[in-house]
């Protein structure tokens, strides 16, 4: 599970596996190699390392935090 944060440094999203979900647990796309796509399948945002872009790479939307276990155990 990767946490998806916006350039303000608040998190918007969450990568479980391959499928992205808002943080109410609603899936909004997936990421097909390189790419965030919607549920259509339409290519939505660039994915270069643990950054996210525009498909033009114009703009930053955010980045992807570090993998962290569904259930923290401390």
């Known amino acids: 599970m990767r946490g998806l944060v916006d350039k303000k440094g608040e998190?918007?999203?969450v990568l479980r596996g391959q499928v992205l979900y808002d943080l109410?647990?609603?899936a909004t796309g997936k990421r097909e190699g390189d790419f965030i796509v919607d549920l259509a399948g339409k290519r939505v945002w660039r994915i270069v390392g643990d950054?996210?872009?525009t498909l033009d790479g114009s703009e930053s939307i955010g980045y992807f935090?570090?993998?962290m276990p569904e259930r923290m155990t401390w």
Do not use: W
């Open 51 to 53: 950054g996210v872009y």
């Open 65 to 67: 935090g570090s993998d």
């Open 11 to 13: 998190q918007f999203a």
């Open 24 to 26: 109410e647990g609603v």
